[in-house]
């Protein structure tokens, strides 16, 4: 499945008003959730699953509810999220700098990671500005969708 079509399945999942879709094609299967919908309590959980299983998380994020909830971010601001499933990397190659460190400055549009997406290398850029309070993922870690990743003040 190609990252236009998830796009598209994720835009329709937040205009549509439904909580969850999930679709199969072939041996690809991707589940969204739609965080902004109402749910109960811990009905809408981030697992942080191995890339290679990052597709199919979903039954195994249920026992991860009790951590999620205690790793609530000390600082507050703005948080910068995840645009999809995939591998977090704070640096374009291993040898290379990270993009941002706690206590950068950044501007709008500049690149605060890269989220490896099927063989997709994708820049996620700042959509505010401000200084760099948190960096809330691991290097090589694997994210959710609109799992929160840096702390904007």
Known sequence: MD?????????LVSESGISE??????ED?????NAGSPAPAGQVVYAN?????????????APAAAPAAEEAPAETGFVA????VG???RAPNPESP????????VKV???LCIIEAMKLLNEIESEQAGVIKQILCENGQGVEFDQPLFIIA
């Open 3 to 11: 990252l236009r079509k998830l796009k598209t399945l994720i835009d």
């Open 21 to 26: 879709l999930e679709v199969n094609e072939g």
């Open 29 to 33: 299967r991707v589940r969204i959730v």
């Open 49 to 61: 699953p191995a890339p290679a299983q990052a597709m199919q998380a979903a039954p195994a994020a």
């Open 81 to 84: 999220r995840s645009p999809m």
């Open 87 to 89: 591998t977090f990397y």
């Open 98 to 105: 990270d993009f941002v460190k706690v206590g950068d400055t």
């Open 109 to 111: 549009g500049q690149t």
